[in-house]
Nanobody, 120 residues
Framework: QVQLVESGGGLVQAGGSLRLSCAAS????????IGWYRQGPGKQRELVAGFSSGGRTNYADSVKDRFTISRDNAKNTVYLQMNRLKPEDTAVYYC??????????????WGQGTQVTVSS
């Protein structure tokens, strides 16, 4: 089992910045990929940024050059630094971790989500 707790969301004006944090606990040794997704009003959930199982960093085209994902392995925490925010970035942001073990196979864990609202 992996538990994910997000923090750092809030209300910000367009052009502003926020930093989201995702603290993982439990069987963190089993995590092979971790990242951030978001779901805006009336939209499907989409990948924002993540570390793949191969160690590659991926970003959605809409956030490249504005958002940066990073991690502190000692703290089992992943961050999403969001700069130059736009109203279209308004969404609930979810942390996702993929666990993969021989016994249980692959499984996706999700945090509870944190609201980011960007006013124009």
């Amino acid at each position: 089992q992996v538990q994910l707790v997000e923090s750092g969301g809030g209300l910000v004006q367009a052009g502003g910045s926020l930093r989201l944090s995702c603290a993982a606990s439990g069987s963190t040794f089993s995590i092979v990929a971790i990242g951030w997704y978001r779901q805006g009003p009336g939209k499907q959930r989409e990948l924002v940024a993540g570390f793949s199982s191969g160690g590659r960093t991926n970003y959605a085209d809409s956030v490249k050059d504005r958002f940066t994902i990073s991690r502190d392995n000692a703290k089992n925490t992943v961050y999403l630094q969001m700069n130059r925010l736009k109203p279209e970035d308004t969404a609930v942001y979810y942390c996702n971790a993929r666990s993969d073990t021989v016994v249980a196979g692959a499984y996706d864990y999700w945090g509870q989500g944190t609201q980011v609202t960007v006013s124009s």
